[in-house]
């Protein structure tokens, strides 16, 4: 089954999936006005499991040390690649001085609030789906190879992990954009008011990369 055919297929699940995640748009709506709400910002990375093995006053300070660079940063309109790798690096970096670990995928997901039109979200299942597709897809084929997530033990593995994401996001933006005209299609024949493509490309390679379930 080509990517196109699976997407035709499973595109109201995705978005039936996206609908339910209920702190996204709080936390996309929060941002937009410049909000500060870092209880907010905690419940949601511990949501999306980004909190494991931190426990009291790190989860604090990693919200804040976010909400700083979100409240700092200069709102950019049109979003390309070299911005993408700016600011990946930068929240990146940030948030491993606060607490060394590998912050690849709770980067990449703070950011998506920031600009939940532009940025795509790292995830091992995704990983795993896009390393396949490569493979027997027509529309990655002959595109360079992600190669394994890199672990990030001290600040000179920071411009390592950038350039794994930077391809990866490169192949989901790809089929983003070799799909949009079948995702307005499939939007207007399921009248689906979950409005950002990225996230249901994203859920779509996430659902083939999950190795505990088909769908």
């Known amino acids: 089954m080509s990517f196109k ?3 035709e297929e499973k595109y109201p699940i995705a978005c039936d999936m996206q609908r339910q995640i ?3 748009p709080l936390m ?3 941002l937009r006005t410049n909000g500060a709400d870092h209880e907010l910002v905690k419940k949601w990375m511990r949501n999306y499991g980004l909190f494991q093995g931190i426990e009291g006053d790190s989860r604090n300070k990693i919200a804040k040390r976010f909400l700083t660079f979100a409240l700092q940063h200069r709102r950019i309109t049109r979003v390309n690649d ?3 790798a700016d600011l990946y690096r930068e929240l990146l970096t ?3 001085k606060v607490k060394s670990r590998s912050w690849m995928s709770a980067t990449s997901k703070l950011l998506w609030c920031l600009y939940p039109r532009d940025i795509v979200i790292y995830d091992a299942f995704v990983h795993r789906a896009l390393v396949t597709l490569q493979c027997v897809d027509p529309d990655l084929a002959g595109t360079e190879r992600i190669g394994a997530a890199p672990m990030i033990k001290a600040l000179a593995d920071i411009d390592p992990a950038v350039a794994t994401y930077m391809r990866y996001q490169g192949l989901v933006r790809k089929l983003l954009t070799v799909h949009t005209p079948a995702l307005t299609e499939l939007r207007r024949k399921h009248k689906e008011q979950y409005q950002y493509d990225i996230r249901i490309v994203d859920k779509l390679l996430w659902m083939i990369g999950d190795s505990k379930r088909a769908y």
């Open 5 to 7: 055919k699976y997407l």
């Open 22 to 24: 209920d702190e996204d």
């Open 28 to 30: 996309v709506d929060m």
């Open 82 to 84: 070299a911005t993408v």
């Open 94 to 96: 940030a948030l491993f």
